[in-house]
C-alpha cells in the first residue's frame, strides 16, 4: 500500500516538474517575442519607414536635368613625395586635354590639411555620363603625354582609389569658385538599403544650410565603394565652419536633420583640403 501510495506521489512530482518545464519554455518564448517586439519599436523611434519603390536609386535621387557623371579620385602620397607630386599635377593637369575635345571637367583639387594627412582628392565631371568617361578613357590612353605623368605620378603614390558618383537633384551644382576658400569634404558610409531614406531628410535640411552659401555639392556613388555620401562645403576659414554650423542649430527642423539620419551611417569622415593654384574651386 506504501508502495503504491509513494507510486502515485511520484507520478505528481513528474506531471508537475514536465507543466512547469512547458511553462516556463511558453514564458521563455513569450519573453522573446516581447524583447524581439520592443527593440523593433525602439528602432522605428530612430528610422523613419518610407515607401517602397520600384525603382533605382540613382533615378529617384540623381538630376533629371543633366547626364553628369562624376569621378572622386583619392592618392595617398608618399610624404617626401608630396611637394613634387602638387608641383607635376599643377603642371600637366591644366593643359594635358589641349589641343583635342574631352567631354570632362576638372571640378577641383585639393591637399588634405586635416584628415589623412598626405592625401590628395580630385573630382572630375564626365559631360555625357559613362558614354563621355568611356571616350575620354580611351583618348587619353593614346595621349603619351598623359602616359607619362601616370608613370611619374606612380612612384610619388603608396595607394589610390576612386569613386563614380552622381550628383544629388537638391543639391547645388559644383561650379567655380573665388577664394581663398578651405573645404570640408565630409563622407558617410551609409548602411545598406538607406539611401532613399537620405535623400529624403536631406532634401528637406539642405535649406538649413545654403542660406550662407557655403553648400558646394553633394554625391552619392554608383561604382566603387557603395551607399557612399560626399557632402563638400566651403568655408573662409576654421573658425567660420564653426560659427555657421552652430548657427544651423538655431534653424527649427536642423535638429531632426541630425536625429533621423544618424542611426543610417555605418561611418563618418571629415576632411579638411586646401585647393590647388589650379583648381576651379578656390
Not at 78 to 102: F, M, N, Q, R, W
Not at 106 to 132: K, S
Not at 242 to 271: F, H
Request: net charge positive; aromatic share 12%; with cysteine.
Amino acid at each position: 500500500m506504501a508502495s503504491r501510495a509513494m507510486a502515485v506521489a511520484l507520478g505528481r512530482a513528474a506531471r508537475f516538474q514536465a507543466c512547469g518545464s512547458s511553462f516556463l519554455q511558453i514564458r521563455g518564448l513569450a519573453v522573446s517575442s516581447h524583447k524581439a517586439k520592443e527593440d523593433s519599436w525602439l528602432r522605428s523611434l530612430f528610422v523613419r519607414k518610407v515607401d517602397p519603390r520600384k525603382d533605382a536609386h540613382s533615378n529617384l535621387l540623381a538630376k533629371k536635368e543633366t547626364s553628369n557623371l562624376y569621378k572622386i579620385q583619392f592618392h595617398n602620397v608618399k610624404p617626401e613625395c608630396l611637394d613634387a607630386y602638387t608641383k607635376l599635377c599643377s603642371e600637366v593637369l591644366p593643359k594635358i586635354h589641349e589641343g583635342e575635345e574631352y567631354p570632362c571637367t576638372l571640378v577641383g583639387t585639393w591637399n588634405t590639411w586635416y584628415g589623412e594627412q598626405d592625401q590628395a582628392v580630385h573630382i572630375w565631371r564626365y559631360e555625357g555620363g559613362y558614354p563621355a568617361l568611356t571616350e575620354v578613357m580611351s583618348k587619353l590612353r593614346k595621349n603619351q603625354e598623359f602616359t607619362e605623368f601616370r608613370k611619374a605620378r606612380s612612384n610619388m603614390l603608396l595607394s589610390r582609389k576612386n569613386q563614380l558618383l552622381l550628383e544629388f537633384s537638391f543639391w547645388n551644382e559644383p561650379v567655380p569658385r573665388k577664394g581663398p576658400n578651405i573645404y570640408e569634404l565630409r563622407s558617410y558610409q551609409l548602411r545598406p538599403g538607406t539611401m532613399i531614406e537620405w535623400g529624403n531628410h536631406w532634401a528637406r535640411a539642405i535649406r538649413y544650410r545654403q542660406d550662407s552659401g557655403e553648400a558646394v555639392a553633394g554625391f552619392f556613388s554608383q561604382i566603387g565603394q557603395l551607399y557612399m555620401v560626399h557632402h563638400l562645403w566651403a568655408y573662409n576659414d576654421l573658425q567660420s565652419r564653426d560659427d555657421i554650423r552652430n548657427s544651423a542649430w538655431q534653424k527649427d527642423g536642423w535638429d531632426d536633420c541630425v536625429y533621423y539620419t544618424v542611426p543610417l551611417i555605418q561611418e563618418m569622415e571629415s576632411r579638411i583640403m586646401i585647393p590647388l593654384k589650379i583648381s576651379p574651386l578656390q
